[in-house]
T-cell receptor, first 114, second 114 residues
Framework: AQSVTQPDIHITVSEGASLELRCNYSYGATPYLFWYVQSPGQGLQLLLKYFSGDTLVQGIKGFEAEFKRSQSSFNLRKPSVHWSDAAEYFCAVGAGTNAGKSTFGDGTTLTVKP | DTAVSQTPKYLVTQMGNDKSIKCEQNLGHDTMYWYKQDSKKFLKIMFSYNNKELIINETVPNRFSPKSPDKAHLNLHINSLELGDSAVYFC?????????????FGQGTRLTVV
């Protein structure tokens, strides 16, 4: 069975600082990997996805993520965080042709200090 | 137009009542889902449904039932509501055929059982 671990429950960074959110997955074959963001009181919005090909994927809002098969990781990065990036971030892994039936990590809460 | 819309956004009801949450997607997707997000923000899939197959997460009580009048709608009906059902429920959809199926989420329905 597939699983996702987000080791950091809560991260605080200063505005303008760089950000990296960790995600580790467990899956027997090449997974479909996603990062979603949830702002307070809102639904989930897809930031970026990895299916195949280039292991560094670019997403919306200046985010990027790198798929590292050897480490079973898909970490999310942003070079300079904005106050509006404060939110809950979820990594998810989908399997096979039904990637929409994703398994989500428990989320990382990002706080941005002024 | 909102891609995936849920109604109501907030629902407060008494224990023992029966309630429904409606979901509609205008993306032409072939598969729809219901997710539950608890107070710790953990996100778990409840159902995955297309016109061929209903997949039920085995942990979901049978008081919960999805009802799909057509491909664009997947409503969630809950019988005999309990305090522990209080959560945010998200509807989502994806296009599974074609194999590249990230999920698009609705804004959520916050259910409070009193």
């Amino acid at each position: 069975a597939q699983s996702v671990t987000q080791p950091d429950i809560h991260i605080t960074v200063s505005e303008g600082a760089s950000l990296e959110l960790r995600c580790n997955y467990s899956y027997g074959a090449t997974p479909y990997l996603f990062w979603y963001v949830q702002s307070p009181g809102q639904g989930l919005q897809l930031l970026l996805k990895y299916f195949s090909g280039d292991t560094l994927v670019q997403g919306i809002k200046g985010f990027e993520a790198e798929f590292k098969r050897s480490q079973s990781s898909f970490n999310l990065r942003k070079p300079s965080v904005h106050w509006s990036d404060a939110a809950e971030y979820f990594c998810a892994v989908g399997a096979g042709t039904n990637a929409g039936k994703s398994t989500f990590g428990d989320g990382t809460t990002l706080t941005v200090k002024p | 137009d909102t891609a995936v819309s849920q109604t109501p956004k907030y629902l407060v009801t008494q224990m023992g009542n029966d309630k429904s949450i409606k979901c509609e997607q205008n993306l032409g997707h072939d598969t729809m889902y219901w997710y539950k997000q608890d107070s710790k923000k953990f996100l778990k899939i409840m159902f995955s449904y297309n016109n061929k197959e209903l997949i039920i997460n085995e942990t979901v009580p049978n008081r919960f039932s999805p009802k799909s009048p057509d491909k664009a709608h997947l409503n969630l009906h809950i019988n005999s509501l309990e305090l522990g059902d209080s959560a945010v429920y998200f509807c989502a959809s994806s296009q599974v055929s074609g194999g590249r199926a990230e999920a698009f989420f609705g804004q959520g329905t916050r259910l409070t059982v009193v």
